[in-house]
């Protein structure tokens, strides 16, 4: 890497750090997305991405990319809310384009920013278990991956931007692996209601918060190695 290029890199990532530090309606604007997003309550969603008026789709498209951005936070709450707001069809093609924009902006954060700014995105542990998959199923990762719920794939994103992978085969792969649980996630949200919808939802945020607590847990046990 030559020295115009690191450059350039440190100052984007300064020009990106500034305007979230200093440009106060972003900071807010961010920091009230990341509250409802972590709150892993969809009535709330709901409401906050209806409080936009027309804009909300707008919203609703920014949400699912920071969501990608800031792993592991969860996806399926935005296309269940999305399906519930704009029926589930529209909400299936708004919740799988926004998160086609947020994984390819996974990919380039990665491929341009590097290993040690997507380290401290996520955590060293989840690169390196998503290391093994690319290792042992190649290209196929990223299909296999979209089938495992337990995995996260903007992690997964963020790994693909590391390897050699051209940008192409990556968005094709990423757009055929997300199109099934983006259908069944958003026919979920808009079609059940009641007991069966709550406990769906209930499986996934059980599931969602379970991956939450052991990535933690991961990040803080690497951090008491290097202590020692």
């Known amino acids: 890497m030559n020295k115009k290029s690191i450059i350039i890199k440190i100052g984007i990532l300064a020009l990106v750090i500034g305007v979230y530090l200093f440009v106060n309606p972003i900071n807010n604007f961010i920091n009230q997305m990341v509250y409802y997003l972590s709150m892993l309550d969809l009535e709330s969603l709901k409401k906050y991405i209806l409080s936009f ?8 498209f920014i949400l699912m990319i920071l969501q990608s951005i800031v792993a592991p936070l969860p996806a399926f709450l935005i296309t269940f809310a999305n399906a519930a707001l704009f ?5 299936a093609i708004l919740s799988w384009t926004s998160a ?8 380039y954060i990665a491929r341009f920013l590097g290993r040690d700014t997507v380290e401290k995105l996520t955590s060293k542990f989840a690169l390196d278990s998503i290391d093994e998959f690319f290792e042992k199923y190649g290209k196929h990762t990223i ?3 979209r089938l495992l719920p337990f995995i996260s794939f903007d992690i997964v994103s963020y ?9 192409v085969s990556f ?3 990423t757009g055929i692996g997300q199109l099934p649980a983006t259908i069944i996630y958003s026919y979920v949200g808009g079609m059940l209601t009641g007991g069966a919808k709550l406990m769906m939802m209930g499986l996934l945020i059980l599931s969602a918060i379970s991956i939450f607590i052991y990535v933690l847990k991961k990040i803080y046990n690497e951090k008491k190695l290097k202590q020692y």
């Open 53 to 60: 008026g027309v804009w909300a789709p707008i919203v609703s």
């Open 143 to 145: 299909l296999i991956a």
């Open 171 to 173: 968005f094709i792969a």
């Open 100 to 107: 086609m924009a947020g994984a390819a902006l996974c990919f």
């Open 87 to 91: 029926g589930w069809v529209k909400g």
């Open 159 to 167: 790994a693909a931007g590391l390897t050699s992978m051209s940008f």
